[in-house]
């Protein structure tokens, strides 16, 4: 590869606040809100023109189930818990509706860009959008400034604490973190909204439980030059014959890689329009299937992982082991996409599914399989510790979201919104924490973390 050398130039300090978040997905801005209501001064950088990442600019508009799997007992609450009741509040229709199974909350994205919008005011969070994080400067362990791009020119942010909340893990890859790639990295699709529902055009048909476009696709992938897949589409409350669509993957590209996610993009508008054209040759002919809109940018679900002290652990995660430092609680199933073997789901009560892309359902028992005892009370929710946030080196950083440390499989179940929301909160409470105690992450009390996590509702040590 050839180099240019860049010319040393002065960068204008455009901000300086007590803690910096870059990246305003909902793990994002859940850090800045956590700091900001302790009392730190917060600022937030974003790409986009709004907050809210996968959930708003991605278009997946679905958030797990607050509760245990015996639907019993409350396991997240927090900030996740405060917006889905502000929908409520506002009109029931339009967020908080669950599915058959009581599972699931589907809201409208538009309307969670406004709640963030209006949550980071709120907490007097200064906010930069439109603005794309750039590089790093530090002086040995510490990081003193982020470099920052925007319509003012290259700026720099500086900080007491960093929080790298850009998915990929930008700042980890500019910090040199040791970082590992999952052998089966989960591909990307890309989401849409298209008018027109699906569901009659195989009334009388067996589909296992698999989703109409996944049985179509199946049957007619060859003519639509594309590859058999599987995936899913919802309504989205409040809005009549209008479904959300992530029916396709695309497979073979890292989205870590510029070129890849190039690629990525353009394959995966060519498979929203092959959705299209699909469903109108043979979806219900009483339908008019049109395209309404799509992500801004394609919905990215696995790329690189940081090393940090403790890797999270997929059979811990099943097992149900509990930490006095718990920072996270979650029941979503492992839940992996694969291009060979189709996407499989493992759940706490033992049992095990995997669909293969021609819609074939297998079941079968992970604990007896593996030999753990199946005549034993099943965990109804897993946990994450502290420490799974603090990496090795840097003092003043952690990173939030789904560039986590974690195996393949426990990357499957922790990688959803509901539990990256709760590491958002848990960052911004130890960056709040770190200043405030005059200590570095690696010697913050993680359970002095969980216990004020746990007093603004998250992760509640029950
Ligand atoms: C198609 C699809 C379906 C899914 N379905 C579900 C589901 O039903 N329910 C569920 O809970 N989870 C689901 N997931 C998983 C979940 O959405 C993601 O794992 C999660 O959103 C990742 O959150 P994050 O905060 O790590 O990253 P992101 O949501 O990707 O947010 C990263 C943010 O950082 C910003 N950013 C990135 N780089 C920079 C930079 N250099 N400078 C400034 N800003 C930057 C981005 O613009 C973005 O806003 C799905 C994922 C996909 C892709």
Redesign the pocket.
């Known amino acids: 590869m050839a180099f240019i050398t860049e010319a040393p130039k002065q960068v204008p300090v455009s901000h300086e606040a007590d803690v910096c978040v ?7 801005v859940f850090a800045a809100v956590r700091a900001a209501r302790l009392g730190a001064k917060v600022v937030i ?4 023109n709004s ?8 278009l ?5 189930t607050l509760l245990d799997t015996d639907h019993k007992m409350q396991v997240i609450s927090g900030l996740t818990e405060e917006v889905l009741n502000s929908f409520d509040e506002m009109d029931h229709s339009i967020g908080n509706e669950k599915n058959v199974s009581g599972d ?1 909350h589907f809201f409208n994205p538009i309307e969670l860009k406004c709640e963030l919008d209006r949550l980071l005011t709120q907490e007097k969070v200064k906010i930069y959008l439109h ?4 590089g790093i400067s530090c002086d040995g362990d510490k990081i003193d400034a982020v470099f ?1 791009e925007n319509k003012d020119g290259r700026g720099a942010i500086k900080a007491k604490f960093f929080i790298d ?4 893990g ?1 700042l980890c890859r500019d910090l040199g973190i040791e970082r590992f790639e999952n052998k089966k990295m ?1 591909p ?4 849409f909204l298209m008018q027109g529902d699906e569901k009659k055009a195989c009334e009388g048909i067996n589909l296992q439980g698999s989703d109409v476009v996944t049985h179509l696709l199946n049957l007619h992938a060859e003519e639509f030059g594309v590859e058999r897949d599987w995936g ?1 589409a919802t309504p989205i409350p409040g809005l009549d014959n209008l479904m959300m669509r ?1 029916n396709t993957h695309v497979f073979n590209v890292h989205c870590g890689k510029a070129d890849d996610l190039t690629k990525a993009e353009i394959e995966g508008r060519r498979k929203m329009r092959v959705v299209r054209d699909l469903l109108r040759k043979y979806g219900d002919p009483a339908e008019k299937y049109s395209l309404v809109n799509d992500c801004s ?6 790329t690189y992982h940081y090393k940090t002290k403790m890797q999270a652990d997929s059979m811990e995660l099943l097992l149900g082991t509990s930490y006095d430092d718990c920072i996270l609680r979650g029941t ?1 199933n492992v839940d992996s996409h694969d291009s060979k073997e189709g996407i499989s789901f493992m759940l706490l009560d033992g049992t095990y599914t995997v669909e293969d892309s021609y819609g074939n359902i297998r079941h079968g028992n992970w604990r007896a399989e593996r030999g753990y005892p199946t005549d034993v009370p099943m965990p109804t929710f897993y946990q994450l510790p502290f420490r799974n946030l603090v990496g090795e080196k840097y003092t003043n950083f952690i990173a ?5 440390n974690a195996d393949a499989s426990a990357f499957g179940a922790l ?6 929301n709760q590491i ?1 909160e848990a960052s911004g409470v130890a960056a709040y924490l770190a200043i405030h105690r005059n200590k570095s992450v690696q010697e913050l009390d993680p359970v002095e973390v969980a216990r004020t996590l746990s007093k603004g509702g998250s992760a509640n040590l029950g």
């Open positions: 870059i990246g305003g997905s909902c793990t994002g950088v974003e790409a986009q907050f809210g990442g996968v959930a708003t600019n991605g997946v508009c679905v958030w797990h699931s603005t794309y994080y750039t920052v909340a850009t998915g990929d930008d989960q990307p699709s890309y989401v899913w992530a940018y394609i919905g990215v679900r696995d979503y939030a979201g789904r560039m986590l990688r959803v919104m509901v539990n990256l958002g």
